[in-house]
């Protein structure tokens, strides 16, 4: 959108919302005469208010009709001179600021004027000074300074709106326009985010702002190489208003390059053929190409443009494979070009003259790129084509065990690192593979092939990356199989490796806090914190050590609120809390909020660790004398872990 159609939507918004105010033409100056004839504290307001005007109350109450009058009869300069007399003369009332305003937007939509909207824009200065809490205000002040052109005055006055309400989708909106149309995208974002979070008010306003907002934050998606996040943009603001076929063109090519070829074809048949210039025409028939489309041959025929990449696609559907080649070849280095597209014509016209050797080496980048594109199962069937081509194996069986393994298919990932791994002389994925197998087994609930297969990951680890990957991911497994010490051994020989990882300080930390070593746990979650001091999870468990040895409360207390900022529903973050309330004798607070997780029982995972909320229930409960509930607590905690010693303690109560 260009700047100066921004300015025109501004002046349209200021327009639309100055006509829905309420409007009557002997309210405001009418009002002081009713007050001068009673006895109530407002006539008081209005003698000393007339008191300091340099008009008489009736002579200003007449010029105030004779510019409403004139106002009506459409004759605005008239009208707007009366008003400008009223307000220099001191007869500052919001009525008269209001019909003024009215008139300055009703001109300037008609015919944008600078020096009258320069004008405008003293007199709302001198309004809001007087009036500091109208919000309408600070609305034209933005939109004025905006179509003046005065970038400075803009950014005070959507600052100074967003003061008074950071939510305000008009002022966010505005601002994230601003940098957009400036090319200052990390600046335009979060202003953007805000309005399509912004309750709508179904007016002209809000679908404007709706639309552009998502528009603007697709676009900047699609500038950062985030395609699916500008996809989801984009259908968003199609939801909003369809028919913008710049919009239709984003979708189409945005499609295009996640190789999507059937909802690229549905937008680009949106698109009216007088559109189509050469690279749209490229577009048109590649998708088509690759899907393989059965109009394709008779499209091509009817191109408004012919191109390279036309020709290419031409030769090949004549039988003139070779010069095909040629063509798209010419065509990749006159345009710097390496895309799916055209490798796809290379590889079906390599197919065509049965030259294996160039067809697998098509085959293996389209599956590169088919699998950056977050399409597994078409990468899959390019390198199940060259499995066999001794070539490329045994990479080919990684990247197929890789690819099976992103889908969570695990058996079938699991088949090709074992093939990897079983092929002689395989060395470059080894430990990776090793790790990753590991894992597939973890997730088939095979747990002892799990250990065995991180065990051999271990003696075959070479470099200290894949040394430091193989301890960590053991140390994971350990700890999720609540092996306690040998995680610790894991994580500290991980540690021996690269003290630069500030996770490694923070699992290290949650292993000993789990053995009851709180002050050891208490020095690695110091050091982690200290490095990355944004960590919600090391932020959490530094309170929670703190709690547990009952010190440092208030600083745990700071901490734990840092941690609820980034996941305020965080079950383990909830139960820090209100373990740190405990430990500072306020049961108060510290059941106000355990019972926010005892209302989420029901929903929280039988995971290890989980039976200290039921521990922690049944001692505020114990502590509010209410043993019975207690005890049916720590019972259920008993349940999950039968050897928890804090849960095993507490059957005195119910033993005796």
């Known amino acids: 959108m260009k700047k100066a159609m921004i300015a025109n939507i501004l002046i349209f918004c200021a327009w639309a919302m100055l006509s829905a105010l309420p409007h009557d033409r002997t309210a405001g100056i009418q009002k002081a005469q009713t007050a001068t004839n009673t006895s109530d504290p407002i006539a ?10 340099q008009l008489s109350q009736k002579a200003a109450e007449g010029m105030y009709m004779d510019a409403i009058s004139l106002q009506e009869e459409g004759k605005y300069k008239e009208a ?16 008269v600021y209001q019909n003024m305003f009215s008139i300055y937007t009703n001109m300037l939509v008609k015919k944008p004027d600078k020096a009258l909207a320069q004008e405008a824009l003293q007199y709302i200065l001198k309004a809001i000074k007087k009036y500091p809490n109208t919000v309408e205000l600070y609305s034209l002040w ?32 505005y601002l994230g326009a601003f940098y957009y149309v400036n090319g200052q995208m990390e600046k335009a974002q979060p202003y953007l985010e805000k309005v399509i979070v912004a309750p709508n008010d ?13 528009f603007y934050l697709g676009m900047i998606a699609f500038k950062n190489y985030n395609y699916n996040n500008a996809i989801h943009f984009l259908e968003k603001a199609e939801e909003v208003y369809g028919e913008d076929m710049e ?15 059937d909802k690229s074809i549905a937008y680009v048949d949106k698109l009216p053929e007088s559109s189509w210039q050469s690279e749209m025409v490229d577009l048109v028939v590649a998708v088509r190409f690759a899907a393989q489309s059965g109009d394709l041959p008779k499209i091509l025929k009817n191109v408004p443009q012919k191109t390279l990449f036309v020709d290419a696609l031409n030769e090949y559907y004549s039988g003139k494979y070779t010069n095909s080649v040629q063509t798209i070849q010419k065509y990749m280095k006159k345009n710097n070009s390496d895309d799916y597209y055209s490798h796809y014509v290379l590889y079906k016209n390599f197919e065509a003259l049965g030259d294996n050797q160039s067809l697998w080496r098509e085959a293996f980048i389209l599956g590169k790129k088919a699998g950056e594109a977050q399409k597994p199962d078409l990468a899959i069937s390019y390198y199940k084509m060259i499995e066999n081509n001794t070539n490329l194996v045994p990479d080919v069986y990684w990247f197929i065990g890789s690819l099976y393994d992103d889908s969570g298919k ?36 095979d747990i002892p092939k799990a250990f065995a297969q991180i065990e051999s990951a271990k003696k075959n680890a070479k470099t200290k990356p894949e040394k430091y990957q193989v301890y960590f991911y053991s140390g994971m497994l350990n700890l999720e199989f609540d092996k306690k010490p040998d995680a610790l051994k894991d994580f500290e020989s991980a540690l021996d490796i690269d003290k630069t990882d500030h996770r490694i300080y923070y699992y290290i930390g949650a292993v000993l806090v789990g053995m009851e070593r709180i002050d050891e746990a208490l ?5 982690g914190r200290k490095a990355d001091p944004d960590s919600s999870e090391l932020n959490n468990l530094l309170a929670y050590a703190y709690a547990l040895k009952g010190e440092n409360l208030d600083e745990a207390l700071k901490l734990v609120n840092l941690a609820l900022i980034t996941n305020p529903d965080s079950v383990a973050y909830l139960d820090t809390l209100g373990w740190i309330y405990y430990r500072m004798g306020d049961i108060d607070k510290a059941y106000s909020v355990f019972h926010q997780l005892e209302l989420r029982l029901t929903e929280l995972p039988k995971a290890p ?14 502590n509010m004398g209410k043993l019975d509930t207690a005890i049916d607590y720590y019972r259920q905690g008993l349940k999950l872990n039968p050897v928890n010693p804090h849960l095993t303690d507490k059957k005195k109560l119910w033993e005796k």
Do not use: C
Not at 44 to 53: E, P, V
Not at 80 to 95: A, M, N, P, T
Not at 145 to 170: Q, T, V
Not at 610 to 621: C, K, R, S, V
């Open 609 to 622: 660790g989980i039976e200290d909320i039921y521990y922690h229930l049944g001692i505020i409960y114990e």
């Open 142 to 173: 933005i939109e004025l300074s905006r179509a003046i052109g005065d970038e400075k005055e803009f950014l005070k006055a959507a600052g100074a709106l967003l003061a008074k309400n950071p939510g305000d989708r008009k002022a966010n909106y």
């Open 247 to 261: 919009l239709v063109r984003y979708l189409s090519l945005l499609n295009a390059v996640v190789l999507d070829f």
């Open 410 to 445: 695990y058996k079938d990932a699991a088949d090709y690192y074992l093939k990897y791994l079983n092929y002689p002389g395989a060395k470059e994925y080894r430990a990776i593979s090793e790790i990753r197998l590991s894992f597939m087994y973890y997730q088939m609930k």
């Open 80 to 95: 707007l001179k009366k008003y400008k007399f009223l307000i220099d003369s001191g007869v500052e009332d919001r009525y």
């Open 44 to 53: 008081d307001y209005w003698d000393d208010f007339w008191d300091n005007t």
């Open 523 to 527: 020095k690695y979650l110091q050091i």
């Open 202 to 214: 179904g007016d002209n306003f809000g679908y404007l702002s709706q639309y552009y907002s998502l």
